[in-house]
């Protein structure tokens, strides 16, 4: 298939390139769709008993594994088709991640059809979960090459599209299914064939648009900076070299401690606003406000990535770091005065910065490891999003409960959490402060570059 | 320069691209607006 190549989707130098990030966003606004999977879980609990579950219907733990695997799948084939990636060109990993993701959805309408689990597990978990992890990093090389004097906005744009893809998922998943239920039918199948169908199409209309450079391309009015700053190389450092530098693991647990703090509390988000304020957030308000930290947290994405490349990578994550342990510090105490104000301006800022950690990750990488192998480098660092999701979640799970068992008070069970997240962020503020240059011996000698 | 040695203008292809995408994701964004204001009655 010629036309997915690399080679035949070199732009004229023409070309504008401000083509690459909706492409990009076709992209990352549906695999987005997959913080908006919760729900099809009410109602995949129904799809025998329809108006109540029935013995024989599936339950909520064992669709949470949907979600689980899909993750874990992001993760992985984020880690292994990176260096595939860089080699095959964008176009052919976005209609690959098409493939995956709009086809994961076709299995799993099989599944729910014949009512197998193992089928919807296989289908939006794995098949799902690899469009997923192939989507995600397939447009970051080509957006920072496009952008190579500003490689933050031009991640944080697309980065921005996966926080915003649930919000175009979660109402349309609700109204398809109101429109295709019946009295013997929830209407999961007919809108996941649907879904499966649009998300195809819509991400390969992005792998039509988008282009590589040619190679001696340079943005208008662009001169690279003859003396590169401190901390961003012009120089190439192989992928697997990568992994042996110190660099990497520095950096995985940046991004790793910066989205534990975040996603442990995203996910509590509901319950714990209405514990703390009891009488005064309601279960709708307590629903507002976790509309409210995804509104944060797809802002944060494009406006903290966009900030990086003027106050560069290691200043933007030190303010994450800096500000988050003041911000989970004085949580409990918003709740001591009362203020919801205070309270949800806190959480927005820290989930603004739980996006921005996803969204500045690409450039920052690119300038400790140059553009070459970005995408493989960034897939594998992704493993960092895997682990936080289990670590976060668990933590905040686990404290709550603990404390609550120990005779806490439920308005208070979440300050322990608080000072735990901030001695997190603390740690991954010394592991960005150790981050320095890769040492000369880890570059790539000129004569062992590929080709552009 | 495209292969004939003539300039194509891409700004109508940039509009219908920025539009393709930024209909359903300002779609979406009101959507969640919408919902998060009742936090505030």
């Not at chain 1, 880690?79 to 993701?101: E, N, S």
């Not at chain 1, 921005?356 to 493993?383: E, K, S």
């Not at chain 1, 040492?439 to 062992?448: F, I, P």
Request: net charge positive.
């Amino acid at each position: 298939m010629s036309i997915l190549d690399r080679e035949h989707i070199v732009a004229p130098m023409t070309y504008n390139r401000w083509l690459v990030p909706p492409a990009a966003l076709c992209v990352h606004l549906c695999i987005g769709q997959a913080y908006a999977f919760s729900v099809f879980n009410l109602p995949m609990t129904k799809l025998i008993g329809i108006a109540e579950p029935a013995p024989d219907d599936w339950s909520i733990p064992a669709l949470g594994w949907i979600f689980s695997i899909a993750i874990v799948f992001l993760g992985l084939s984020a880690a292994v088709a990176g260096t595939w990636l860089d080699r095959v060109g964008p176009r052919k990993a976005m209609f690959t991640a098409a493939c995956c993701f709009g086809g994961g959805f076709l299995v799993s309408a099989i599944g729910v059809a014949t009512h197998q689990l193992w089928i919807v597990y296989l289908g939006y978990g794995v098949l799902g979960g690899c469009g997923l992890g192939i989507g995600y990093i397939s447009p970051v090389k080509t957006l920072i090459t496009w952008f190579p004097d500003r490689p933050g906005m031009a991640t944080g744009m697309a980065i921005m599209g996966f926080g915003g893809g649930a919000f175009i998922a979660s109402p349309l998943s609700v109204w398809l299914m109101s429109h295709f239920k019946t009295e013997t039918d929830m209407g999961v199948t007919a809108t996941f064939v649907t879904l499966g169908i649009v998300y195809f199409v819509f991400m390969s209309i992005g792998a039509v648009i988008v282009r590589v450079p040619a190679a001696n391309w340079r943005p208008a009015g662009y001169t690279p900076p003859a003396q590169p700053k401190k901390l961003m190389t012009d120089q190439t450092v192989h992928v697997d070299q990568a992994l042996k530098t110190p660099q990497f693991y520095l950096l995985w647990w940046v991004l790793c401690l910066n989205v534990t703090a975040g996603i442990g509390v995203l996910g509590q988000a509901s319950a714990m606003s209405q514990e703390m304020f009891p009488g005064r957030i309601t279960a709708e308000a307590a629903a507002g406000f976790v509309g409210l930290l995804s509104l944060f947290n797809m802002a944060g994405r494009f406006f903290w990535a966009s900030t990086s490349d003027f106050i560069g990578r290691k200043n933007t994550y030190f303010i994450f770091f800096a500000l988050g342990i003041f911000l989970y510090a004085i949580v409990p105490s918003t709740a001591h005065m009362g203020s919801i104000v205070l309270f949800v301006l806190c959480y927005g800022i820290i989930l603004s910065m739980y996006g921005g950690g996803f969204a500045t990750i690409p450039a920052y990488l690119r300038d400790i490891f140059g553009v070459q192998y970005v995408g493989a480098i960034h897939g594998r660092l992704l493993t960092a999003w895997s682990a936080a999701g289990v670590f976060g979640p668990v933590l905040v799970n686990y404290i709550r409960e603990y404390q609550i068992n120990n005779g806490v008070a439920k308005a208070d069970a979440y300050t322990v959490t608080m000072y735990i997240m901030a001695g997190l962020l603390l740690i991954g503020s010394l592991c960005n402060l150790a981050v320095k240059a890769v040492h000369d011996r880890h570059h790539l000698q000129v004569q062992d570059q590929p080709a552009q | 320069m495209d292969g004939n040695g003539t300039k194509k203008d891409y700004t109508l292809q940039v509009i219908l691209a920025w539009l393709l995408v930024g209909i359903p994701l300002i779609w979406g964004v009101w959507k969640t607006a919408l919902n998060a204001m009742k936090l505030f009655q």
